[in-house]
């Protein structure tokens, strides 16, 4: 078990945005007998909540998002290995990316470090994959959730075609959808017949969590 | 005769493409454009485009011509970098035309869904508003989709090469203020990092044949060289900003008639 003040000092090293301080601080955390879990979530999890809410205020700019988000692999790198039983048996499994013809991965590598840390095997698929890849790999895997994430106005087509095409493959009732990114609505969810829409990482995983109840 | 007044609200990013087609279109009996440090260089391009045009220092010194006017108020570039300040600054901006006009034009798309519901936005201006459409007749995303001829086009390139960063000749006039807003970085050498760690490899210019040619080649390899990028080029189109103009016209006459 690490100290409060350890704790802090993690968080703040994410929030400033220093990768080798970050790493060395949960590195330590995690040798001086503290749980993987733990970690990530008294000190990751939390520090990049308090990155995005000053992104959301503009006291952070994007080049800040990708420094923090830059500190939080480096911490999460040292304790991963750590997360056992439930952790890592996982209570379901989940295809994520990002949609064909969008880069931006930042908003899906959290919520997928958050699914990993709370017990849910992910398929990281990447980003700007292409519509087939996804009916291929949830043909493939048999996931219990296809999350999908985009950061732009057009591409939210790409998101749409891919629900499209797990209609057509006869996939789209073998899995739930979820949703996020920027410009998605709970309006546009509704619209492609997605499952799920979530403003943000904390959402994405109640909702997870409750369709492994279902699955359980 | 069409007689009426068009209100076009746009964004600077425009400005080339926009004056472009206002000069050639022979529907159009004037052209008065709000002075404003943000309309500088429309002014500029309206005036080397012919025909009939006027500057006003404000919207109330507007009176119309007899034939179909439009009045033009150009707002800054990366507005929509804040939505709330997108938002403010198109309803303050339409609230003023609409005293002098009898249908809005917006040179505006969604804007990253700022705008995805301009009568929500714009309603109580009590005019028609009409903004640039894709061909099924949903709201066009965004400038960048605009001028390439519709959202399908623009997913035909992303889909090519993802990491694409789209050049326009007037995204280019604007670049650097573009990127320090739309980025938060503080300088060049940041924006280098920042494309760097997301993934952008590729300047597309979008030729729609508006502006100087060699110009517009030279400035997008210097872009291209700042960055690192490689450079391709791709045929843009008006058409989507062109059919807006004629269904902001269309509109005129409809009104007109109803007036009789």
Same mark, same amino acid.
């Given at each position: 078990m690490a100290s409060e003040e350890t704790y802090q000092q993690l968080v703040d090293a994410v929030v400033e945005g220093n990768p080798a301080s970050a790493a060395s601080l949960a590195e330590g955390a995690l040798a001086g007998g503290a749980g993987a879990y733990e970690i990530i979530e008294k000190a990751l999890i939390p520090a990049m909540n308090i990155v995005s809410g000053m992104y959301d205020r503009k006291e952070y700019y994007l080049p800040q998002m990708l420094i923090s988000s830059d500190a939080f692999y480096a911490a999460f790198e040292k304790v991963? @290995? @750590?997360?056992?039983g439930e952790q890592a048996r996982g209570k379901g499994k989940v295809v994520i990316g990002v949609v064909e013809g969008d880069i931006h991965d930042i908003g899906k590598n959290l919520v997928k470090t958050v699914l990993e840390a709370n017990g849910f095997i992910c398929v990281d698929m990447g980003r700007d994959v292409p519509i087939e890849d996804y009916l291929d790999k949830v043909a493939e895997e048999s996931p219990d959730i296809l999350m999908l994430s985009t950061l732009m106005t057009p591409t939210m087509l790409s998101m749409k075609r891919t629900v499209d095409g797990l209609v057509e493959d006869g996939l789209r009732d073998k899995v739930k959808v979820g949703i996020g990114g920027g410009p998605i609505s709970e309006e546009f969810r509704k619209k492609i017949g997605a499952d799920f829409y979530g403003d943000n990482e904390k959402e994405a995983l109640a909702w997870a969590n409750v369709v492994a109840g279902e699955v359980a | 005769m069409t007689a009426g007044t068009i209100g076009l609200l746009m964004c600077e990013v425009l400005e080339e493409e926009v004056a472009h087609l206002l000069s050639r279109n022979m529907d159009i009996s004037r052209i008065s454009v709000v002075a404003s440090e943000f309309s500088e260089s429309f002014r500029g391009f309206v005036a080397g485009g012919g025909g009939r045009f006027q500057v006003l220092d404000d919207p109330d010194d507007f009176e119309p011509s007899g034939g179909v006017d439009v009045l033009v108020s150009v707002l800054e570039v990366a507005l929509h970098m804040v939505k709330e300040n997108l938002q403010e600054g198109v309803r303050r901006a339409a609230t003023a035309l609409a005293q002098h006009a009898d249908v809005l034009m917006l040179g505006y798309g969604m804007c990253g869904n700022v705008l995805a519901d301009p009568e929500r936005v714009?309603?109580?201006?009590?005019l028609p508003i009409i903004v640039p459409r894709n061909d099924d007749g949903s709201i066009i995303d965004d400038c960048v989709c605009l001028v390439l001829g519709g959202t399908e086009s623009y997913l035909e390139q992303v889909y090519k090469e993802a990491g694409t960063w789209f050049l326009t000749p007037g995204w280019l006039r604007h670049w650097e203020t573009l990127l320090v807003k739309e980025l938060?970085?503080?300088d060049i050498p940041t924006v280098k990092w920042i494309f760097d760690r997301t993934g952008y490899k590729r300047a597309l210019m979008v030729d729609t044949s508006v502006g100087d040619p060699v110009e517009f080649r030279l400035e997008s390899e210097k872009f291209a060289e700042t960055f690192q990028f490689y450079l391709d080029t791709t045929a843009g189109s008006l058409r989507i900003l062109e059919r807006e103009l004629e269904e902001a016209v269309t509109t005129l006459s409809s009104l007109d008639l109803r007036r009789g």
């Open positions: 991963k @290995g @750590g997360l056992t | 714009l309603g109580d201006i009590g938060g970085a503080k």
